[in-house]
């Protein structure tokens, strides 16, 4: 459940477990001995950087005074797991125990989490089995946890991730360790609550002693068991409410669905008990979120199986529940429930796990993989990702595609055996040209080097033949799946009724096939990226002597992740068609001749023994295998049941020697002839007698003192509603039918008129709602900043440029630094003032902003809200710190003076500081801007800078000058447009861009704590740097440009080549000479 449950399998070599003695000894180590420890122990560690724990860094020292730090390494139990929080106290994790103990132990002690846990089940089962509550009851109950738990617990662990905000809310009302106040009545009992729960089989826990972030796990514990509980007790109250027993009886098909949903739940227990294994208490309830643990994990088992098992297969059993229930009800609020997870595990844990164990990694130079990738890939149209209509083979094939697509059109429905031949056959002429036809090509490429030899015989190069084979691929991909498409529409026959019957069940599971499919078909690409999805490894030769085949994402749990046409098969059950289940069932066994045939030969030749024997699912599945027959073979042993049937096997044999030599050759005859018509006599007095229970008048009735079935009794009487309703509908569309035709003729008439006023009324309402709304919240806004104007002298408030005098024009250069410099009445002055810069024309308001910042704003104390203590209360002259050098607020130098309020009519005093937007701060576009003063947080306006204008310089092309001279000029033009895009400062000690150099590798991490986000602002600087060349130079390029060329200097010479194409000269003239 937690971040780390779905981790890689590979256990970091720095991350060894303490030894036990080491910590915890057989009596309470020494003060010394914790210290040492903490200094010597060669474990990873945990700093703080933005509030997140990063592993693998040094611990800081811990500080003299910190005596909680020290109490905290002391704090050891007999499950020595050693935990670090961001501020880089070592502590000694104590012993959890799982939900099941703690719930249902009487042993265990119970607190206000259990008792309330155990308290809404029991209301959930009482509602359920004394009431007569609707089942619709229970799907709102079901649905209200199912919402705490994805969007509650997802939003809590979020904001935990992002700034620690539960612990810092938990310091700030006094939850901390050795608060300096008394701690209020409520939260002393919470406190008391977690003591009570942590303590041990009488071993009193510490709260004091450990550090806050534990501590706040152990009460989010608590929130997460009543939530986690009662989801599963209301999922069950209301899969039970939807049951529906079969309308005419139980048969084999009900045997097998039970069955089937049987063996789902099993697995999913296995699956969970499995996970529960690998990751103990501290991931599944998300303890990484708080604080991380220096224990070696190895995910084997499930882990092995599947990416994210808790959330992918782990949630199998809502289907078994749903096949046993036979209720559509059942499975599409299953399907939400695993959507909403689906969704929690990609917008809350996926984003703390690149944060806290992938962060990004700055490179120093640009390796040889980037190099091969500008060299053979660009803009390539990879099914229709990256199309470009102007590019002549994109073109083609959306051409192609078109053709196909309008000659489908004229021809029309499938009306007799031509054109279901041409529909089917124009499918399996796709996959045969694009299997076996590329597959030919692929091995005699791989074989003899087929495809380059003719390219290069023509006078062509390995890249030119490159490029024609990923246009082919491309095509015919494309069209394989186009063609089965229209196929499977024109075998489409709408069925008579959506509900009832097996279509809808078809059409579900087929959608979520053709979902799973374009799932595995990105998540590959995500890893194999163009070289992999082109087969680069056939056509170049840098490819062939790389490091080794790639195991990670898909290919971690499976060898070929794209053998299993999913698509295909989804399409074939929504439609139900033999004929294209036929051409399914050829498209999947073409596809393993291709992988049999083709792909597996050549990645032996090119990397042989470094080619895994299985992969994660199968080695799972053979260790299970193996597992179960060890346990056989040992309770054979343990019973000596071969021995004792070896005993009985020779003693009959010998016994039936025996006998034969007593009473001869005939007499044994006899003897055999009479045993074996006993033993058909008892064959068929057996199969005559029928058991009571199998009488059909049995089977319905029961005694007055047998106990009634609930279920059974309960779905009669659903199954008997269903069929009334059934019967009383078909009764009355079979009245209307006859009488109201004329009128069934006009109502899509008279509906369509009525959509069309409706629409018109909307659109001429929409301006006057939205004004009306703008307006409205302008008021309010104005009401309660207006409350805040009266008591603070706003004429006290003010903003300038420092840089400028007040008569000239302010102008920055396109990515200058901008210095504004604020005053604010010192009295008044709060920690959450912020400054603000805004295009002049975004807020037609002087007294409320109205428009986003887009991140260009500050707080006076000179940090952004990711750097800002949520704890600060501070507010006037208390804000301001005097140093030996200066006076602060924060990290801004200010200084005190007076001035005379015109609203106070008295002099107060004034704090005047200045506050520097650099990079991120600063607007990268060029135009007329203003800053904005706002008051504590709010969007109150106390004061406006003047207006001051960001411009570009622009380039100076020079016509007399040669391709050279303009090429050396642009050159250095364009590194000084890069440097300040990258935020490369040399007076920071910062290296410049040489020409060589890869730009997009220049970038800084900065804030970026996941991958994903470093790739999101590598973008957001490419635009940057497409944006400066567009008002420089006077060239437009597209971002992906700057990446896909890479370096300065080769940035340049293409800047210079486009501007020579967009503006040609005289060839007569210097620059061509």
């Known amino acids: 459940m937690g971040a780390a449950t779905e981790l890689a399998g590979v256990t970091p070599p720095e991350s060894p477990r303490a030894p036990a003695a080491e910590i915890n000894g057989d009596a309470a180590p020494s003060l010394q001995k914790a210290e040492a420890l903490a200094s010597n122990v060669d474990l990873p560690c945990v700093t703080a950087l933005n509030g997140i724990g990063i592993k693998g860094l040094k611990v800081p020292e811990t500080s003299g005074d910190a005596a909680a730090s020290k109490k905290a390494i002391l704090a050891a139990t007999s499950e020595v797991t050693v935990g670090r929080v961001p501020d880089g106290t070592v502590f000694s994790v104590p012993e959890t125990h799982d939900l099941i103990q703690t719930l249902f132990s ?52 979020s904001a935990q991730s992002k700034n620690r905000a539960l612990v810092r809310l938990a310091r700030k009302h006094g939850f901390g360790p050795n608060p300096v106040e008394p701690r209020k009545k409520w939260v002393q009992y919470f406190v008391d609550q977690v003591s009570r729960k942590m303590t041990q089989q009488g071993k009193v826990y510490d709260y004091e002693a450990m550090p806050i972030e534990f501590n706040v796990w152990v009460m989010y514990r608590g929130l997460v068991d009543i939530i986690l509980v009662n989801d599963f007790t209301c999922y069950i109250a209301f899969a039970v409410s939807y049951y529906q027993a ?73 289907y078994g529940t749903a096949l046993i229930a036979q209720s559509y009800s059942v499975l599409f609020v299953s399907l939400l429930a695993h959507a909403a997870q689906m969704a929690f595990l990609h917008w809350v844990e996926n984003p703390h796990i690149d944060k806290t164990y992938n962060p990004p990694t700055q490179k120093k130079g640009r390796d040889a ?129 959506i509900v009832y019957g097996t279509f809808l069940l078809r059409a579900t599971l087929g959608g979520l096939f053709i979902l799973l499919h374009i799932w595995i078909a990105v998540s590959i690409y995500e890893v194999i990226g163009s070289s992999g999805w082109f087969y680069g490894d056939f056509f170049i030769d840098e490819l062939r002597y790389r490091s080794g085949p790639v195991y990670s994402g898909l290919y971690r749990y499976l060898d070929n ?124 007095a057996t199969s005559d007698v029928t058991p009571p229970e199998s009488d059909d008048d049995s089977s319905t009735t029961r005694t007055e003192d047998s106990p009634p079935k609930r279920p059974s009794v309960l779905r009669k009487k659903t199954s008997t509603d269903s069929h009334l309703s059934l019967d009383s509908q078909e009764s ?29 009324l909307v659109d001429q309402a929409r301006p006057r709602m939205r004004a009306m709304v703008g307006e409205t919240a302008f008021k309010l806004a104005q009401v309660g900043e207006k409350l805040q104007a009266d008591l603070i002298p706003a004429e006290l408030y003010s903003l300038s440029l420092p840089a400028f005098a007040p008569e000239s024009p302010a102008t920055f250069k396109l990515g200058q630094p901008i210095e504004i410099q604020f005053t604010a009445a010192a009295d008044f002055i709060t920690a959450r003032d912020w400054v603000g810069i805004y295009p002049i024309t975004a807020n037609p308001n002087q007294t409320l902003t109205t428009t986003k910042s887009e991140g260009r704003w500050l707080f006076v104390n000179g940090s952004g809200k990711e750097e800002w203590d949520a ?75 003047r207006a001051f204008e960001i411009v570009a310089d622009e380039f100076s092309w020079h016509a007399d000058e040669s391709v050279a001279q303009q090429e050396a000029r642009a050159t250095q033009t364009l590194r000084k447009i890069v440097q300040v895009c990258v935020d490369v400062n040399t007076a920071n000690g910062d290296q410049e861009i040489c020409l060589e150099d890869d730009i997009m590798e220049k970038v800084k991490i900065g804030d970026n704590l996941d991958e994903a986000s470093y790739e999101r602002y590598k973008e957001t600087v490419a635009r940057r740097i497409a944006y400066a060349i567009k008002q420089t130079f006077g060239v437009e390029f597209s971002w992906k440009v700057v990446p896909m060329v890479g370096t300065t200097g080769r940035l340049a010479q293409r800047v210079c080549s486009a501007h020579i194409a967009l503006h040609p000269t005289d060839p007569s003239s210097s620059l061509f000479a």
């Open 732 to 760: 009355v569309y079979t009245s209307m039918r006859g009488s109201g035709q004329d009128a069934n003729r006009r109502l899509p008439q008279t509906v369509e008129r009525i959509i069309e006023e409706l629409e018109d």
């Open 246 to 318: 079969p309308a005419e009886g139980y048969g084999w098909t009900d045997a097998l669905r039970y069955a089937g949903g049987i063996l789902m739940l099993l697995f999913n227990l296995w699956v969970k008990t499995d996970a529960h294994r690998v990751v103990k208490d501290f991931a599944w309830y998300w303890g990484d979120f708080f604080f991380l643990v220096d224990a070696s994990l190895t995910f084997d088992g499930v882990f092995e199986m599947a990416p994210h098992p808790m959330y992918s297969v782990g949630y199998i059993g809502f």
């Open 106 to 157: 009487p042993s265990k002690p119970k607190t206000l989490p259990e008792y309330v846990t155990l308290g809404a089940m029991a209301f959930t089962i009482s509602l359920f089995f004394f009431t007569n509550a609707p089942k619709g009851v229970f799907l709102a109950m079901f649905l209200f946890w199912r919402f705490m738990y994805n969007v509650g617990l997802g939003v809590l662990l």
């Open 369 to 497: 993989t980037s190099d091969i990738t500008a060299k053979y890939f660009g803009r390539d149209m990879i099914v229709f990702r990256n199309m470009d209509l102007l590019k002549a083979t994109d073109l083609q094939t959306v051409a192609i595609v078109g053709y196909t697509i309008v000659v489908a059109l004229l021809i029309g429905p499938i009306d007799g055996p031509r054109t279901f031949w041409f529909y089917v056959g124009q499918t399996l002429f796709w996959r045969l040209v694009h299997t076996y036809g590329l597959g030919t090509v692929l091995y005699l490429q791989s074989q003899y080097r087929m495809w380059n030899r003719h390219f290069i015989k023509h006078g062509e190069s390995s890249r030119d033949a490159f490029n024609h084979w990923k246009v082919l691929y491309n095509t015919t991909q494309v069209m394989t799946y186009v063609s089965f498409v229209i196929c499977a529409v024109r075998l489409f026959v709408v069925p008579e009724s």
């Open 561 to 684: 992740p794209l053998l299993y046409t999913f698509s295909c098969w989804g399409l074939a059950m929504i439609c139900g068609s033999p004929a294209l289940y036929g051409i399914t069932i050829f498209g999947q066994v073409s596809n393993w001749f291709f992988l049999r045939y083709v792909e597996q030969p050549h990645m032996r030749r090119l990397y042989g023994p470094q080619i895994r024997q299985e992969a994660g699912v199968e080695r799972v599945l053979k260790s299970k295998v193996e597992e179960l027959e060890r346990s056989v073979e040992r309770i054979a042993k343990d019973l000596d049941l071969l021995d004792v049937l070896n005993r009985i096997k020779e003693v009959k044999r010998h016994g039936e020697k025996e006998l034969k030599k007593v009473i001869g050759p005939e007499g044994w005859k006899d003897f055999v002839g009479r045993a074996r018509g006993r033993k058909q006599a008892r064959k068929v």
């Open 871 to 945: 704890d600060s209360n501070c507010r006037g002259m208390s804000l301001i710190q005097d140093t030996e050098t200066a006076r602060l607020i924060g990290t801004t130098v200010v200084e005190i003076s007076t001035a005379k309020s015109i609203s106070a009519r008295k002099v107060l005093p004034i704090v005047r500081g200045t506050l520097t937007f650099t990079h991120d701060r600063l607007p990268w576009q060029t135009g007329a801007y203003e800053a904005r003063y706002h008051y504590e947080g709010k969007h109150g306006v106390m004061a406006i800078s």
